[in-house]
């Protein structure tokens, strides 16, 4: 019975995927949008939470707002200033929409941009 459903399974189509992105490490989709960490203004921007450990993780979190968040930038590890103080905006996971096209070079950030699946680019990540 078991290798009746390993076989069945075996011959279903692979299912496309659901979103793909368009990564840009060293980049920031949400520059100059918001005037502090952990905050959003709906529907324009998202705040997902600072607790993100990659780039991976946050595109979860736009993937999961739907069609209303387009581009994600997760904020990265941080880095402590001159006195000790830790990165504010540190771990940090904020989505935007469609209506802004921001993309800023930042290289302590890393953005995607959701794309159509069928002809991404090759460098586009795909997520089922």
Do not use: I
């Amino acid at each position: 019975c078991a290798l009746l459903a390993a076989r069945a399974a075996a011959q279903q189509p692979e299912k496309a995927p659901s979103v793909c992105w368009e990564m840009k490490p060293g980049y920031n989709a949400l520059s100059r949008m918001l005037s502090s960490p952990r905050t959003q203004s709906p529907p324009e921007t998202f705040y997902f939470g600072d607790s993100f450990g990659s780039a991976a993780e946050c595109a979860k979190a736009c993937e999961h707002a739907g069609d209303a968040c387009a581009a994600f930038v997760w904020m990265g590890e941080g880095k402590r200033s001159l006195w000790g103080a830790a990165d504010k905006w540190a771990k940090g996971c904020y989505g935007r929409s469609g209506r802004s096209h921001t993309m800023v070079p930042d290289k302590e950030r890393t953005s995607g941009v959701k794309v159509p699946c069928s002809g991404a680019p090759a460098d586009a990540a795909r997520h089922a």
